[in-house]
Each structure stands twice: as C-alpha cells, then as structure tokens.
C-alpha cells in the first residue's frame, strides 16, 4: 500500500487553523508521526479529504509538504502497523459503545420503561453508533474489523 507523509507549520495564532487540520487529519484517519507530521494512505477514500487538508494549511497561511514514501519494505511496514493499531483502537472504542448501548437498552426493557422519549433516545443513539460505524469501516484498509469485531460476536 502507497503512503503519503503530510508535514506542515501553521501560523500560531488563530489556534483554530490548527485544530481544524488536525481534526480533519483525524477524521480521515491519518497517523500522526510527530507533532505537525501525519501520514495516511494513498488513494480513495482518502484522497478528497487529503486535498482538503492541504488547501486548509494553505488557506490558514501556512505550508504544507507532501511526500510520496518510496518502497521501502520497513518503512512501509511500520505505517501499516500504526494505522492498523490505529484502526483496532478505535474499533475497540467503538465495540465498547455499543456494549454501553445494548446494557442501557437492556435495562430499560426490564424496567418497562419504554416511553416514546426513551426510545426516541435510543434510536438517536443507534444512529449515531450507525454512522460511527459507516466512518471507521470506510478508512479501514486493513480489515481490522474483521479482528475485532469478528472476536467479540464469535
């Protein structure tokens, strides 16, 4: 798998410049290297939101530069395993969510519980967890789902 490494300086001040990159870079996401150095794979569906990031240093007044990592078995496999770990934790996080859902759906139904608001809430929360899941499973290249999830409802 290709890589692209992103480093870039902001200007200090707004602060906002610089929480905005970084979320997007989250968002998508990348591997933060260091302070102000991420990398994220080449290619869809990271490539809008890559072009996004770099336009946004721009726009903030500050440089970007953009490194293609040449082939280089150690390099590449180290990436690789920082976004898979990247992947399995927040898969982790989000099998734990769901975990919270299921008991605090669990209670309700035993305590009979059930109003119209309660279950308003709790379809609020089964989208969220819906749309986490569609976000996480879209940048996970590797399959690290296919870890975590399939050891958890085996």
């Known amino acids: 798998m290709p890589w692209r490494v992103i480093t870039y300086r902001l200007p200090p001040e707004p602060s906002r410049h610089r929480v905005a990159v970084?979320?997007?870079?989250?968002?998508?996401?990348?591997?933060?290297?260091?302070?102000?150095?991420?990398?994220?794979?080449?290619?869809?569906?990271?490539e809008a939101g890559f072009a996004q990031v770099v336009e946004q240093i721009k726009a903030a007044g500050g440089q970007p530069v953009v490194l293609a990592v040449a082939d280089e078995q150690a390099s590449m496999a180290q990436l690789e395993a920082l976004f898979t770990a990247q992947r399995e934790a927040e898969w982790g996080e989000f099998l734990s969510d769901c975990g919270k859902y299921e008991t605090e759906l669990a209670?309700?139904?035993?305590?009979?519980?059930?109003?119209?608001?309660?279950?308003?809430?709790?379809?609020?929360?089964?989208?969220?967890?819906?749309?986490?899941?569609?976000?996480?499973?879209?940048?996970?290249?590797?399959?690290?789902?296919?870890?975590?999830?399939?050891?958890?409802?085996?």
Do not use: C, H, M, N
């Open 107 to 154: 209670g309700e139904v035993a305590k009979g519980k059930l109003t119209l608001a309660e279950l308003d809430e709790e379809e609020q929360s089964l989208d969220r967890l819906r749309r986490w899941y569609r976000t996480i499973k879209a940048r996970d290249l590797r399959k690290a789902a296919d870890r975590e999830i399939g050891t958890r409802y085996r």
């Open 22 to 46: 970084w979320r997007e870079l989250r968002r998508l996401g990348a591997v933060a290297l260091q302070q102000g150095t991420w990398a994220v794979p080449d290619g869809e569906p990271f």
